[in-house]
């Protein structure tokens, strides 16, 4: 009880930092990303970048650092945001823990796997 | 029988001797408490906001994963993209994320109120430079996206 005590609010103000820092993030590159290969792109607003360019894009280690940070830094946010309206929103407050392992364990695993994709193109 | 009927009524003056505390009663809030106001429903789409986020990093994924697949598999992501119901998802996604950069931009005036001279700087004035950064940003990556190599 004692330990929990301790730990928890470093813990929250830890996960805190990532939510905060991953809605700038989120804020700042999502809106542009996804308008463009969401919507200008598939409906013929925007000529289509060819898959040569991309991997052009790509080649530039800066380019992954910056889509691994797109990736993982706005899960994080999600993480956060998702599991207090599922504790606030839905009241499953007894499922707290099964929440909290859901969200954090998804962003953990959405950032390995971005990782993974950047380090092996 | 008796007894036990007589202990359950006597529980307020009991209370303070009892070995389980009584329950008071409470009204139970609904689930969709947060429908009636608009104040409250703003709270809950931004909130819900996180979920197109989390969409769109899925469809990065997705994206990347073509990607490294090679040409024919990514020329078969943009084709998937391209159906009403993507579009459709997409264009959702986007207004909630347009929703989420504008309610966080706006947040950080609340959050750093800036002072200057004695006199609080408008709200508008402190939200700016993100909204400046934000533009400057966009116009970047699409023009990196855009460019003829």
């Known amino acids: 009880m004692m330990g929990e005590s301790t730990t928890k609010p470093s813990n929250e103000a830890f996960l805190w930092l990532l939510f905060s820092a991953g809605g700038v993030v989120a804020a700042v590159l999502i809106p542009i990303q996804l308008f463009l290969f969401g919507l200008a792109f598939?409906?013929?607003?925007?000529?289509?970048?060819?898959?040569?360019?991309?991997?052009?894009?790509?080649?530039?280690?800066?380019?992954?650092?910056?889509?691994?940070?797109?990736?993982?830094?706005?899960?994080?946010?999600w993480a956060h945001r998702f599991r207090f309206t599922l504790y606030d929103g839905l009241q499953v407050k007894h499922l707290n823990e099964v929440i909290f392992a859901f969200c954090y364990g998804g962003a953990l695993l959405g950032t390995v796997l971005a990782a993974y994709l950047l380090w092996s193109i | 029988m008796?007894?036990?009927?007589?202990?359950?009524?006597?529980?307020?003056?009991?209370?303070?001797?009892?070995?389980?505390?009584?329950?008071?009663?409470?009204?139970?809030?609904?689930?969709?408490?947060?429908?009636?106001?608009?104040?409250?429903?703003?709270?809950?789409?931004?909130?819900?906001?996180?979920?197109?986020?989390?969409?769109?990093?899925?469809?990065?994924?997705?994206?990347l994963r073509a990607l490294w697949h090679g040409?024919?598999?990514?020329?078969?992501?943009?084709?998937?993209?391209?159906?009403?119901?993507?579009?459709?998802?997409?264009?959702?996604?986007?207004?909630?994320?347009?929703?989420?950069?504008i309610t966080w931009f706006n947040l950080a005036p609340r959050a750093m109120p800036v002072r200057m001279g004695g006199k609080r700087v408008p709200e508008f004035l402190v939200a700016a430079p993100n909204y400046v950064l934000w533009i400057a940003v966009s116009v970047f990556v699409g023009w990196l996206l855009l460019r003829t190599p």
């Open chain 2, 71 to 101: 040409p024919e598999t990514y020329a078969r992501f943009t084709g998937r993209l391209q159906s009403p119901a993507m579009i459709a998802l997409n264009l959702i996604a986007f207004c909630f994320v347009m929703f989420h950069a």
């Open chain 1, 42 to 77: 598939p409906l013929g607003w925007l000529p289509q970048p060819s898959y040569e360019h991309l991997m052009a894009l790509l080649y530039s280690p800066l380019a992954r650092l910056y889509l691994l940070v797109m990736c993982s830094l706005p899960l994080f946010h």
């Open chain 2, 2 to 63: 008796t007894d036990e009927v007589m202990t359950n009524q006597g529980v307020t003056d009991q209370a303070a001797r009892s070995e389980f505390h009584p329950r008071w009663y409470r009204e139970r809030v609904s689930t969709w408490w947060w429908l009636g106001e608009w104040h409250y429903l703003k709270f809950i789409l931004r909130e819900l906001t996180s979920i197109s986020v989390a969409w769109f990093v899925v469809l990065t994924l997705f994206q």
